[in-house]
C-alpha cells in the first residue's frame, strides 16, 4: 500500500474494522479457553461478554483479566497487520472496544463494575499504544533501493550522507579555487 493520497473507502474500513473485531474475539476465545477453561466446568459467553465476571476478587476472575489483556496484546499485532498506519490504531482500537461495550450492554446489561471499566481502558490503551509503536517502527524501516548494474544496494540515510559530503567536497573545491585565483 502506499501512503500517498489516501482515498476515502468506507468498504475497507468496514472490512477492517469487522476483521480486527473477528480477531479479537478469536484470540480472546483462545486465551479464555487456555486460562478459564482449565477451573470452570463449562465455558460460555458468559466470560466474553458478562461484567460480572472480570472481577479480582476469585483466580478465574484474574484469568479472564489476563485473556482480556492478552487479546489486546494480539490485537495489536493484528493491527500491524490488518490497518498498517499507526496514525490509525487509536481509532480502530477505540471502535473496538465501543462496539465490545455495545455487545457487552445488549448481553448483560450497562458494566456497573469499576473492574470491568479499568480493564478494558487499559486493554483499549495497551492495544493503541502497542499497536502504534509496532507500526511507526514498520514505517521506519529502511527501504533498499537497488541499482541496475550494481549487485549491492543503498540504503536510503546513507545515501544522504555521501550526498552531503559530495556537495561539501565540491563547495570546498570551489573555495580552495578562488583562493588560488
Known sequence: MFYGAVVWDPWLILAQI??????YYLTLGVFLAILVGTRVSRLSLVYFFDFGTVTENTVTGW???????LSSVAGAGCMLYLIERAKKCLDFSATLYII????????GGWPSSITWWVVNVTGLAV???LGEYLCIRRELREIPITRLRASWRIKLPYVHVVST?????????????????
Open 165 to 181: 559530503l559530495l556537495m561539501r567536497m565540491s563547495q570546498m573545491k570551489f573555495m580552495k579555487l578562488r583562493l588560488c585565483l
Open 18 to 23: 469487522v476483521c480486527l473485531q473477528c480477531l
Open 100 to 107: 465490545h461495550l455495545f455487545i457487552c450492554t445488549l448481553y
Open 127 to 129: 492495544m493503541a499504544l
Open 63 to 69: 484469568c479472564v483479566i489476563g485473556s482480556i489483556l
